[in-house]
């Protein structure tokens, strides 16, 4: 009898890290539910299976097993204070403690909060296209998708302006460790994350207590006040901004180029959508699931459990292909053709179940204006083909562009 083994997909290649789709419909059709021996984890890549375990109590988000191994030969003693930072960060939490804590988070985004931060969305975005808007060309990520998120949490905490650039730097160093995959210069990211967590607990402490004296209407002073009714540790709060600046800046960061390449790889769609800009939302909801800027989240088996045909061992770690899962076409129809019309698209990409982006309705606000505001102010723009897109080669926890070089007329 012939044993056939399992093949080794090889997820980091560099074609694949620029279009992985093609490679996860063959995962999906072959080997939906996969362990992978290289990186010691297994993979889902079927809508069902990702859906079904993103919502599954067998399953814990506490990853801090998987992110220990994946330190090599770092001294976990020499990142203690990212540790202290980053180990009551609700993500990581599983019921109750995570219901708690979502509970007292939901407080930061009231809706008449998130309305008050349309015109700081629409300002913004128009300052970053100001600054370009004479040139002619621009790179999308330096010039907009890197700093647009950021600025945009930074005022809605109310960090006071020449603060905001520290704030952003220390956020980026620690997330880059948090979404580092093992290995490549696992020790030097982690130092930076370290010491970038001493700076940024100071800063919003001192943010904290300034608000204790005078509360405002930002979101540390609205944090500040549900932590202090609910009779919870304000010392925890520096966990909650940390995840909420770097949940809500990474994933938009990387959005917004996958966005702007999929509109220009499909030029008839743009143009449907410059014919049509009611279409916006829809459009959104396509970019979000045509190239997932958040592909995979992970999660650990609390006990020995089956999904489709395949045993998993309690503790075992398992990665949920939200992106692959996108692409399914048993859900969606021409699963992989970008069509600003998709409808239904009911897109695995904010990551259903308890865990579900915090973060969506902000989120879905700010891209619709930045890509309202981004068609309407340069409306012919075009890839500069003289620079190469360079896409992010980067974890699997979040997929991008480190550079989209784009060029439109001058006004
Ligand atoms: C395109 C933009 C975004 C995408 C694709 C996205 C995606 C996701 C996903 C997939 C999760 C679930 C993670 C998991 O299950 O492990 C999540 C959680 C979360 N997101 Fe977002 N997100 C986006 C924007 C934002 C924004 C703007 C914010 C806030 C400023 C935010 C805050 C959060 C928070 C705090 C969580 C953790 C929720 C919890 O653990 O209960 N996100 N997001």
Redesign the pocket.
């Known amino acids: 009898m012939s044993v056939t083994k399992t093949p080794e997909y090889d997820l980091f290649s560099p074609e694949v890290l620029i279009n992985p789709y093609p490679l996860y419909n063959i995962m999906r059709a072959a080997d939906p539910v996969y362990y992978s021996e290289a990186l010691g984890y297994w993979i889902l890549t079927r809508y069902k299976d990702v859906e079904a375990a993103?919502r599954d109590e067998r399953l814990s988000?506490d990853r801090r097993p998987l992110f220990v191994k994946q330190l090599g030969d770092v001294d976990v003693n020499s990142i203690q204070n990212f540790i202290h930072l980053t180990c009551n960060m609700?993500?990581e939490?599983d019921p109750p403690d995570?219901t708690r804590l979502?509970k007292l988070?939901n407080q930061g985004f009231t809706t008449r909060a998130l309305e008050s931060w349309r015109s700081i969305i629409q300002a913004t975005s128009d300052r970053l296209l100001d600054r370009v808007q004479d040139r002619g060309y621009m790179d999308i990520v330096t010039d907009l998708s890197i700093p647009l998120?950021a600025l945009i949490?930074a005022e809605i905490f109310g960090v006071p302006k020449s603060e905001q650039d520290d704030l952003i730097r220390w956020a980026m160093d620690i997330g880059t460790f948090w979404g580092a995959p093992g290995g490549q210069n696992i020790d030097v990211l982690a130092r930076k994350a370290d010491v970038a967590s001493v700076e940024f607990t100071a800063l919003i402490r001192r943010l904290i207590a300034q608000r204790r004296r005078q509360p405002g209407t930002d979101m540390i002073s609205l944090l500040t006040v549900a932590y202090e009714e609910q009779g919870f540790d304000l010392e925890q709060l520096p966990s909650l901004c940390i995840?909420?600046?770097n949940?809500?800046?990474l994933?938009?960061t990387d959005?917004i180029p996958n966005g702007v390449n999929a509109l220009l790889q499909y030029p008839e769609q743009l143009r449907k959508l410059q014919a049509n800009p009611a279409l916006i939302n829809s459009a959104v909801e396509e970019m979000?699931r045509f190239d997932?800027?958040?592909p995979f989240?992970?999660r650990i088996a609390k006990q020995d459990l089956t999904i489709g045909d395949r045993d998993i061992p309690m503790g075992s770690a398992i990665a949920l292909g939200?992106g692959a899962a996108n692409h399914d076409p048993e859900k969606f129809d021409a699963s992989d053709v970008f069509d600003i019309t998709h409808s239904p698209n009911e897109h695995l990409?904010?990551?259903p179940?308890?865990?579900?982006?915090?973060?969506?309705v902000?989120?879905r606000m700010?891209?619709v204006i930045c890509f309202n505001t981004l068609l309407r102010r340069l409306p012919d723009l075009h890839f500069d083909t003289d620079k190469p897109a360079i896409p992010r080669h980067s974890s699997l926890v979040f997929k991008g562009f480190d550079s989209l070089p784009v060029k439109f007329s001058r006004c």
């Open positions: 993103l988000a609700m993500i939490k995570h979502r988070a998120p949490i995840l909420i600046l949940a809500g800046h994933t938009t959005l979000i997932t800027p958040a989240v992970f939200l990409g904010f990551g179940g308890v865990h579900f982006c915090l973060g969506v902000l989120a700010e891209l």
